[in-house]
């Protein structure tokens, strides 16, 4: 059962089954990827596009293809040598299923009884379904109300629409009831497919849905482990600021928002933050600080949708349902880890003692009880962090408070402006070698690239401010939408107002200040259709292409980060390429297939997408990762870091090296004696052509392809450390007597853009990027050349035995594996950071010192060894991807 080097989410709907999957296999084999990561594939509601609503865990979904479907995608996916890795659902499951009409016909003396976490009083179930004076009518053996329907008689009593049901249930959404996998009947009941695919080896891995909602998580994950032999397994957990996955979850990390909202914070300018919190409280009127927003937004929806909950948690703790609203509002993660029966861990214990301190007195019994009380009291607690977390915060504040609303987002902080390099650098030391990492999901408030062009007003708060007033002053509408309605019209651009006007309806209700789900406002919301409409008819698209050149730098050093960091890297649907998607549904529609560029950003970013990938599967899993430095005046611009390979010195410690500065010559390596070409897949279809004569054609024009260098080195991989490590066991790279760090991939990013002044009207381009063409990246000129390179660059000579710079790499590697002589790096990397600010003057004379050895940038086909100026590696691209061309 292979780990993935890499992973491509694909949606599945009733469009878009397995058949359609396995159509583009070779697309998705060309890519670079290794797994293909599929959402629910167990049977579901008919007409669901997402699939979290299982009605039926003993089959493979019929719209999508069945069981025959499954293993036909599945063989012609291996033969592609793809593997797959599937999204599970053991959390919850829609409420039209067989096993609970049983329940609701027999009641507890159900054989399904235990299947579902019931609250049964007097015997009955509350389902909470009516919503007008219409009376439910007896068909036969069934009791009918609108769509509804139940066995009549039955062990369940109807109530209002608005009431909490008598279950636990999935966040507030009473048509997904709460599953009973603690129970061993109920887990394997549940899992039967799952683990006859894995068993079969269909399926590699395992995304597990929702595990804060789980009665006992860690138990859960050891019984799948132990089940499924040990199979790549990460779990959507949410983690907030500091926090981390407990070491003792049988699971090889999450799926990833926490590296989102790390590598998002690279691209923010800190400097930013007063300013746009100004000109955001003064439009909004909220308050400048996001807490007290946070904490009445939890306090609100407790109020609005958790009074069952809320009720149920104080008849377990015998304690006043006021003081359970205060504790859950002042909890600040989705789950403490206490365990039933054993000590609360001391972080555990903190967390909810820090929280109460911030509740009035009553609480201090409440506390007691969910961190020593009954296993109804610990468990009932754990369960109901994590919906009032989403709903509250996901679903509330983020709507309420958003002054740069790119960090407004999954497990983000939008009061958190920014991500220091050595923040970044130490948590990357940190990771667990097989844990996800992402950049857009099914589930992001908003996709990476809308993303990027909103980190670019961090650096423009003046600029930005001045333009939203414009626009202000010829259309408006609701002062708490508004200035959130710019920010998204301006990054999701171009967009229609039908799209426009689904994402603020969406906005207002989730936000609850005007309207909500709950209560709707018909001439609130046609005012707003109006407002959205007359918006999109504003040359919104003038502003956008000013700051596209910025976000595009942003795009590609985010994507460049992301794939070439610590874990397995996941492309969601469609984002090899552009996507200006906005919270679902907008990010779920259909993509087409193959993703053809369009524009210089598209074809730049499936340039960089293809290429990291298929460095990642030469490069194999968890190569150990090494910070390196930059120097020079715009070094606070550069983050870098290295990849490398386990190898075993002579005296058994785990040391690497890259002898930084022993080398000083440059080579741009780009005329016919760049040596390129060989090795390349004939048969890929994603390949840069090389010019007659001139070097290679690198990413220009409409038809140029996907790249340079690819498969020259595909015997270089090596597979990762073997991590069969028992539950609770260390997840670093192994560093044992006799193993050590061969530093063979050095991985970097560098921020910046290429010297020289800017040009272009009003554009801001930097000359080192030259002419950006929809066609591509560079203008040509009949050599072949870029005729965009920076003059006096120096790419293809020589670099001075004096340049600034050099490359500290006595680091640590691998979550604190010390590092020193003997290390070969097979990989650099190289993207802006902050570039607006570099536009105008460039790199200056700040310089990167590369580990002994040649390197061929894979995105233009140059050759350097040494110290090299930034303003030459990034002279075609904001970013740069070199690989080792030596060994």
């Given at each position: 059962m292979s780990r993935p080097v890499s992973t491509y989410r694909l949606?599945?709907?009733?469009?878009?089954?397995?058949?359609?999957?396995?159509?583009i296999a070779g697309y998705l084999r060309d890519l670079g990827v290794s797994h293909v990561y599929l959402s629910p594939i167990l049977q579901a509601t008919p007409e669901s596009r997402h699939g979290y609503d299982v009605t039926d865990h003993s089959r493979i979904r019929e719209e999508f293809g069945g069981a025959t479907g499954f293993r036909e995608m599945a063989q012609q996916l291996a033969a592609h040598d793809l593997g797959i890795v599937v999204d599970i659902v053991p959390n919850h499951m829609n409420t039209v299923n067989a096993q609970f009409w049983s329940v609701l016909k027999d009641g507890p003396a159900s054989p399904y009884a235990k299947w579902f976490d019931i609250d049964w009083r007097d015997g009955k179930v509350a389902l909470p379904v009516l919503g007008d004076d219409t009376e439910p009518v007896v068909d036969g053996d069934v009791l009918r109300y609108h769509e509804h329907a139940y066995p009549h008689p039955g062990h369940y009593r109807l109530v209002d629409w608005r009431e909490g049901p008598g279950y636990r249930r999935f966040f507030d959404v009473s048509s997904l009831i709460g599953l009973r996998v603690e129970d061993p009947s109920v887990f394997f009941a549940t899992h039967e497919v799952i683990f006859w695919l894995l068993d079969e080896g269909l399926v590699d891995g395992l995304r597990v849905d929702h595990p804060d909602g789980l009665a006992d998580p860690r138990g859960y994950l050891q019984r799948l482990r132990e089940r499924t032999g040990g199979a790549w397994t990460v779990v959507e957990k949410i983690l907030i600021g500091s926090e981390r996955l407990p070491r003792d979850w049988a699971c090889d990390g999450t799926s990833g928002y926490e590296v989102l909202n790390r590598v998002n914070g690279l691209f923010v300018d800190p400097a930013g933050k007063e300013p746009l919190i100004r000109l955001s409280s003064d439009m909004t009127g909220q308050p400048a600080e996001y807490r007290p927003v946070m904490e009445q937004s939890k306090a609100d929806v407790l109020d609005l949708f958790f009074g069952a909950e809320i009720d149920r948690l104080a008849r377990a703790t015998s304690c006043d349902p006021?003081?359970?609203?205060e504790l859950l509002a002042a909890m600040p993660v989705y789950r403490a880890y206490v365990v039933p029966g054993e000590p609360p861990p001391p972080e555990s214990a903190e967390i909810v003692e820090l929280a109460a301190e911030s509740c009035s007195p009553a609480v201090r019994p409440l506390v007691r009880e969910v961190l020593h009380g009954s296993p109804e009291a610990?468990?009932?607690?754990?369960?109901?962090?994590?919906?009032v977390m989403a709903k509250g915060v996901e679903d509330t504040a983020l709507y309420r408070w958003f002054p740069l609303a790119c960090l407004n987002e999954v497990g983000g902080e939008p009061d958190a402006f920014g991500t220091s390099v050595a923040d970044f650098h130490a948590f990357c030391q940190e990771m667990p070698p097989y844990s996800m990492t992402t950049l857009s999901t099914h589930d992001t408030k908003r996709s990476e690239d809308v993303r990027a062009r909103l980190?670019?007003?961090?650096?423009?708060?003046g600029e930005w401010a001045a333009q939203v007033e414009e626009w202000s002053a010829q259309v408006s509408f609701d002062p708490h939408l508004d200035y959130l309605a710019w920010q998204n019209l301006m990054a999701a651009w171009p967009i229609s107002a039908e799209r426009f006007t689904d994402y603020l309806l969406k906005a207002a209700r989730e936000a609850k200040t005007a309207i909500s789900w709950v209560h709707p406002d018909p001439s609130y919301e046609r005012r707003l259709r109006s407002f959205a409409e007359a918006a999109v008819r504003l040359p919104i698209g003038g502003f956008t292409e000013r700051i596209d050149p910025y976000a595009m730098s942003n795009s590609l050093g985010a994507k460049l980060v992301q794939l070439m960091m610590p874990g397995v890297p996941d492309v969601y649907q469609g984002n090899e390429t552009t996507d200006f998607s906005l919270v679902d549904p907008d990010n779920r529609r259909p993509v087409t297939y193959?993703?053809?560029?369009?524009?210089?950003?598209?074809?730049?970013?499936?340039?960089?997408t293809t290429q990291?990938?298929?460095?990642?599967?030469?490069?194999?899993?968890?190569?150990?990762y090494l910070p390196l430095q930059a120097e020079g005046e715009r070094a606070d611009h550069v983050i870098a870091f290295a990849r490398t390979d386990p190898v075993a010195p002579s005296d058994g410690r785990a040391v690497a090296s890259a002898d930084a500065g022993a080398a000083e010559g440059a080579e741009g390596g780009r005329g016919e004696d760049s040596d390129l070409g060989a090795g390349r897949g004939a048969d890929s279809g994603l390949e840069s052509r090389h010019g007659e004569g001139s070097g290679l054609e690198s990413g220009r024009g409409a038809d140029s392809g996907l790249g340079t260098g690819h498969a020259a080195h595909s015997g270089l991989g090596t597979s990762g450390p073997r991590d069969d490590r028992d539950v609770g066991a260390d997840t670093r790279p192994e560093t044992s007597s006799g193993t050590a760090i061969r530093a063979d991939a050095v991985v970097g990013t560098v921020a910046g853009w290429g010297a020289g002044p800017s040009t272009g009207p009003g554009m801001g381009i930097p000359a080192g990027w030259g002419e950006v063409t929809s066609a591509g990246w560079g203008g040509e000129d009949p050599a072949g050349s870029s005729a965009g390179m920076s003059a006096g660059s120096g790419v293809g000579t020589p670099t001075s035995a004096g340049a600034e710079g050099s490359v500290d790499v006595d680091a640590e590697v691998g979550g604190g594996v010390e590092v020193g002589a003997g290390v070969r790096a097979r990989a650099v990397v190289v993207a802006t950071r902050l570039p607006v600010r570099l536009a105008a003057t460039g790199w200056g004379a700040t310089t990167l010192t590369l580990p002994p050895g040649t390197w061929r940038d894979l995105l233009t086909g140059g050759l350097y060894t040494g110290r090299i100026p930034l303003g030459h590696l990034l002279g075609q691209y904001p970013v740069s991807l070199l690989e080792r061309h030596d060994l």
């Open positions: 949606q599945l709907t009733p469009d878009f089954g397995f058949a359609q999957v396995a159509e006021v003081a359970v609203r610990v468990v009932r607690f754990q369960q109901s962090c994590g919906p980190s670019v007003l961090s650096e423009i708060p193959p993703c053809k560029p369009e524009t210089s950003w598209d074809s730049a970013k499936l340039l960089v990291a990938l298929r460095l990642r599967r030469r490069l194999g899993g968890a190569a150990p």
